[in-house]
């Protein structure tokens, strides 16, 4: 493979926190330096940016991938195209399949599917307990041989504390990573938005942001007990975070993540029951949006995560009781986080090192940096390129998305995993 050197582009370095005008070198797939100016080696491809911004690929922790079972939903294939087209040169997919990723043979189907039909990097997770019913934890040691990089329930919250507690303990032994969804089952069931004014005046059955305060407590108390490395999936709430300030003061191996619709978006954008805005954990109160973003800002908060859940328009167009939870986001991910940039709320090192560096790091990745010997997975796009969202332009097979009709900022303009260009393109220099 020739060298490829990308020049006339606006660097974004999450480690050294830097937003720099260079260029930067790829030698074999792999970034091999950047800087001001680097001489150009001979036969070696050359692609000006026109100053457009550089950055590494984003790792995006929590996508569901609906194979097995409900194909017509997401394939590793429309998830690929999607994430390609997004920036996301990694996706790190969900176990909450149809029938859970639970066994080495079922993670051994997903790895291989995606392999033959993902052009971005996919690392499945497995499930914690069989069938992600909390009864017996899975054969957790197996699961890392067949390539589980975690292990997660997701949704379904394990309320037998006993049998989480010896999921952890074990997950300890064998150093793996769990992610755990701090909310308490009990409250939480039926809830269709967040407790409050807004719930009260459409009549919807609510849950309270206590709900993830008492699920976020008592999880920290497991921890506590069995030294787990834990991530919190999606923290939302205010009331959540003392908890989790507490955890990390006390030395406790736990990082957290939120969604990109938790940070973006509140509950008032329901409006007049739109189920498209229907995700869990319901949208939260601006107050809460606000906690978490500033909670993002001075690093309480580790990752950002698009939460990609694609549902089909059946399940979407009902009452909003009745409607499934979940929007797809793997292609809206980067220009809804654009939003943050223009609003002045976060920095573009800022928000790569959450969408980068940081779940890459928890995961014990060599991607999301642009230091010499990682993989040369990147992005270029063109932050203040403005557009209107039109659903059905994604290349998910599934449309249910917020955004539709939003007006957003940032285009990508191409994606490159392991120095290969797997989306858009630049024109090579003379």
């Given at each position: ?113 995606a392999a033959q039909a993902a052009p971005v990097r996919v690392l499945p997770m497995a499930a914690l307990t069989k069938g992600r019913a909390g009864r017996e934890m899975t054969e957790i040691g197996f699961l890392l041989d067949a390539g589980a990089v975690a292990f997660t329930d997701c949704d379904h919250v394990t309320t037998d504390t006993k049998v989480l507690s010896r999921a952890l303990t074990y997950a300890r032994s064998l150093g793996a990573l769990v992610l755990l969804h701090p909310q308490d089952p009990g409250l939480s069931q039926g809830a269709a938005a967040t407790s409050g004014k807004f719930a009260s005046l459409r009549g919807l059955p609510a849950v309270s942001p206590m709900a993830e305060r008492m699920g976020i407590d008592r999880d920290i108390a497991l921890i506590e007990m069995t ?204």
């Open positions: 493979m020739p060298a490829t050197l990308f020049t006339n582009a606006r660097i974004i370095d999450p480690q050294a926190g830097s937003v720099t005008h260079g260029a930067l070198l790829v030698e074999n797939g792999i970034i091999t330096a950047h800087g001001a100016e680097l001489p150009v080696p001979k036969g070696a491809q050359v692609f000006d940016c026109n100053g457009l911004h550089l950055a590494p690929g984003i790792v995006d922790i929590g996508v569901k991938v609906c194979e097995p079972g409900e194909r017509h939903k997401e394939s590793f294939r429309s998830a690929g195209l999607a994430a390609a087209a997004g920036g996301v040169t990694t996706m790190i997919t969900r176990p909450d399949t149809t029938p859970a990723i639970d066994t080495p043979e079922t993670l051994e189907f997903a790895a291989r599917r030294g787990a490395a834990v991530h919190f999936d999606q923290i939302t709430t205010a009331r959540a975070l003392p908890a989790l300030e507490r955890a990390k003061r006390n030395g406790l191996n736990v990082t957290a993540g939120t969604s990109i619709h938790h940070l973006t978006l509140n509950e008032l954008d329901v409006a007049d029951y739109r189920t498209f805005y229907k995700v869990k954990p319901p949208l939260r109160s601006e107050d809460d949006r606000l906690a978490t973003l500033d909670a993002l800002r001075h690093g309480l908060i580790d990752i950002i995560s698009s939460m990609h859940t694609p549902q089909d328009e059946e399940s979407k167009r009902l009452p909003f009781e009745e409607a499934a939870s979940g929007a797809v986001a793997l292609q809206t991910l980067l220009p809804a986080a654009l939003r943050l940039f223009h609003s002045g709320d976060l920095t573009l090192p800022q928000l790569f090192r959450a969408m980068a560096q940081n779940p890459a790091d928890r995961l014990g990745l060599p991607q999301g940096r642009l230091t010499p010997g990682a993989p040369a997975d990147l992005i270029v796009f063109d932050a203040g390129a403005p557009f209107v969202l039109d659903r059905f332009t994604l290349l998910s097979k599934s449309k249910n998305t917020p955004f539709d009709g939003a007006r957003l900022q940032g285009k990508l303009r191409a994606t490159y995993v392991a120095g290969e260009l797997v989306h858009g393109g630049l024109d090579a220099r003379a």
